[in-house]
């Protein structure tokens, strides 16, 4: 859909060359009946149909956990993945996507319809006539989730007498349909009109009592809902893998399965999980919950001030939104050990040389940290480039250019690319080695912190970023500008290099 030019020529021609080939054949036919290769031209396979067409036809459902856009563009854990599925067989990727899980099994068994689904869809009894399943590339548990601060359910016993809502044709609603064969007075409602996020949210408002998601899901979405909580596991974990319509042939999926061994194997799968779901691992359950709470209660008083200093310095606000979080929580009144103070912890001599007069004052220290940002970034040499550039900046700020250029000299010398954030984060803990730092221009530095610094902030970037999808809409989060695009340079996301 994104080219129709494109998408709408290449197959044209396909049915105008087919044609012409078996006008040909008809031609030769009668003139010599006896000439081989003329018989009757075989229908190409699912994988030919692709090759063909140039383009792998996906079809997914819009969430954080499968695909969204954000304003790097077409970004998420399936897009990602069927992505890296469609550069191996050198054809393009098309996503379409569905309105709901009715939508997307009817478009893949639709005649010429999408050649696959990748939409973190589990292996369940009831998809088995609709379709075929790949190798699994992700172990998921269904879990019931309530709203903290009500009781807790443990077992299935206690869900007959709760308002349950779950996804229309999910699992879950196969799932919940079995159990009440053994307890008739079990109620729950079906909606193709939501999401999971907004199955959430209602948890989250106390609109319903209780949901049933995935594990993936509630991990990714737990840091927009301070509320939500894991009540009990529903059933042992099931296998998460994308599928082909029942009835296509084995040629598509067999090479879905061999590229999913692959990336198994060479650890890229590992890497796309780090990057869509590492945050979470990360901040751990109650961190996630905690952000969740800070992100409505406190970002929105400083939110106005990151987006105009931001704006003015032509910097992501998000990120610089995310920083001050690394840095103090967002709370204007911290000092630290060793004497830094405020939202977003300026030495003495950084505030001085900012122009800062009251390092307590949050929005003067929004506006001298945004300013000292954009100026150590401007700093660093040229051959720097983004995403690197930004992360080495970050960097800057909290070990000071002085020592970043001493971990860059190490990486020069071990043989690696000063320019290259990951080669340089190897370097920088050695700053706090003797036999390392007495070699150095600027000496001793806790070089482990700047390493632990710009991975928080990048974890708490892509969790803002989420939160400015269009998806949300209708969220708590959607009452705050959150949700209208930002305007200004924002670092391409990094490839699949582990981070
Ligand atoms: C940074 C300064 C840099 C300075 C380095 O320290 O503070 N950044 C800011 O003020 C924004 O300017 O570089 S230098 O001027 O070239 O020397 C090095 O001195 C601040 C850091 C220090 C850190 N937080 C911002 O990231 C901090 O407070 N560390 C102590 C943590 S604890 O309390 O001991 O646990």
């Given at each position: 859909w994104r080219h129709p030019s494109i998408a709408y020529t290449r197959p044209m021609l396909i049915h105008f060359t087919l044609q012409a080939r078996q006008l040909l054949c008809l031609l030769m036919i009668g003139l010599t009946p006896l000439i081989s290769g003329c018989e009757e031209t075989p229908a190409p396979t699912?994988?030919?149909?692709?090759?063909?067409?140039?383009?792998?036809?996906v079809v997914t459902r819009n969430s954080p956990t499968t695909y969204f856009q954000d304003i790097n563009g077409e970004t998420g854990f399936e897009y990602e993945l069927s992505k890296l599925f469609a550069e191996s067989l050198g054809v393009e990727l098309k996503i379409e996507m569905a309105d709901n899980l009715d939508d997307l099994f009817e478009r893949l068994n639709q005649p010429d319809g999408v050649a696959l689904a990748a939409a973190g869809l589990v292996e369940s009894p009831g998809r088995k006539d609709q379709a075929r399943f790949s190798h699994s590339y992700l172990e998921v548990t269904p879990q019931v989730v309530y709203r903290s601060g009500k009781l807790r359910p443990t077992q299935p016993k206690d869900l007959p007498g709760k308002r349950i809502m779950v996804l229309k044709g999910s699992s879950h609603a196969e799932?919940?349909?079995?159990?009440?064969?053994e307890l008739p007075e079990l109620q729950f409602e079906e909606s193709d009109a939501v999401e999971v996020v907004d199955l959430l949210r209602m948890v989250d408002e106390g609109v319903i009592d209780l949901t049933l998601v995935d594990s993936n899901e509630l991990a990714m979405n737990q840091v927009y809902?301070?509320?939500?909580?894991v009540a009990f596991d529903f059933a042992e974990p099931t296998r998460v893998a994308w599928t082909v319509a029942a009835r296509d042939d084995d040629s598509l999926l067999n090479e879905a399965n061999k590229f999913l061994d692959r990336v198994i194997k060479n650890g890229t799968l590992q890497r796309l999980k780090e990057r869509f779901y590492g945050h979470v691992d990360e901040l751990g359950y109650v961190g996630a919950y905690t952000f969740a709470q800070h992100l409505q209660q406190r970002l929105p008083r400083y939110e106005k001030q990151f987006r105009k200093n931001a704006q003015d310095q032509g910097v992501d606000w998000r990120l610089m939104a995310a920083l001050g979080y690394q840095e103090s929580l967002w709370q204007p009144e911290v000092t630290s050990k060793t004497g830094v103070r405020g939202l977003m912890m300026l030495t003495q001599r950084t505030a001085q040389a900012m122009g800062v007069a009251n390092r307590l004052d949050p929005?003067?220290?929004?506006?001298?940290g945004t300013k000292y940002f954009a100026h150590v970034k401007e700093q660093l040499p040229a051959s720097i480039a983004e995403p690197d550039r930004t992360w080495l900046a970050l960097a800057a700020y909290n070990v000071g250019s002085g020592h970043l250029e001493d971990a860059r000299e190490l990486a020069r010398k071990e043989g690696l690319n000063p320019d290259?954030?990951?080669d340089v984060k190897k370097m920088l803990p050695r700053l706090a080695q003797k036999q390392w730092y007495s070699k150095t221009k600027y000496g001793y530095a806790r070089g482990g912190e700047p390493v632990h610094f710009v991975n928080n902030i990048r974890?708490?970037?892509d969790i803002?970023?989420?939160?400015t999808q269009p998806q949300l809409e209708g969220t708590q989060l959607a009452d705050s500008s959150l949700h209208k695009p930002a305007i200004n340079k924002i670092p391409p996301k990094e490839e699949l290099a582990p981070m």
């Open positions: 699912t994988l030919e149909r692709v090759r063909d067409e140039g383009a792998l036809r799932q919940l349909t079995a159990l009440k064969s809902f301070p509320n939500v909580r929005a003067q220290s929004i506006y001298g290259k954030w990951l974890r708490y970037y803002l970023s989420w939160a």
